[in-house]
């Protein structure tokens, strides 16, 4: 019979193998061995690899939700109205900025319709309002909902791993924009917090424009 502690160390292992995953999907030696050998999947990479993403999320997501376990903590009174406020801005943050982005980029449409084979992102350097202020906005926000959430153990070890992963992810994912970015991208990277905001780093409109404009 499977034990309580059996079950938490099992919701570890399905979070542990999804990033797992997901970070060798997303890992540039995998696309270039994808674009040598099968160059004719490279088109669909993009969508197939959201597709996958989503997918493999079911399982530690469900375990996350259905094993029980002690409350940690929980938002009441005006920490509920204030957990919760800060919880839509963020939405709504997450909402806003997809106007920076190029959804069909993102999604992997465009390079299906384009029949795209480049291992490359094919979205250019750009600095949206919100990366003016953290490398990473979308993590940011991220981090946010998970942890105005009311907190039960299973969610606690989830939302550990969680942060860990973006921790993680987005050095990982720093190594492939200093591939596509160069120089340029490490100028950012010392000018611009990776996730925090701070009030004394920070881009304005025009120094955002001036490096955007680099060659």
């Known amino acids: 019979m499977i034990t309580h502690l059996q079950t938490l160390w099992i919701l570890v292992l399905a979070w542990v193998v999804y990033s797992a995953i997901h970070s060798w999907l997303a890992s540039l030696q995998l696309k270039r061995y ?38 940690l903590w929980e938002w009441s009174g005006l920490a509920w109205w204030f957990g919760n406020g800060i919880a839509l801005l963020a939405v709504a943050g997450v909402f806003w900025s997809m106007q920076d982005y190029d959804g069909g980029e993102f999604l992997g449409l465009s390079q299906l319709r384009g029949r795209v084979v480049s291992v490359e992102d094919q979205e250019g350097f750009h600095i949206s309002t919100l990366h003016r202020f953290v490398r990473h906005p979308w ?26 992963y973006f921790v993680i992810g987005y050095r990982l994912e720093e190594r492939k924009l200093e591939v596509y970015h160069g120089a340029r991208y490490r100028r950012y990277r010392q000018l611009v917090p990776a996730l925090v905001p701070l009030p004394w780093r920070y881009l304005t409109r025009s120094q955002a424009q001036r490096l955007q404009d680099e060659g």
């Open 34 to 71: 994808v674009m040598e050998h099968w160059p004719g999947l490279m088109p669909a990479y993009r969508l197939c690899f959201n597709g996958l993403a989503l997918l493999l999320l079911i399982p530690p997501l469900w375990l996350t939700y259905t094993l029980p376990g002690p409350v």
């Open 139 to 164: 993590y940011s926000l991220s981090l946010v909902l998970v942890w105005t959430r009311d907190v039960d153990l299973p969610f606690f070890i989830s939302a550990m791993i969680i942060t860990l």
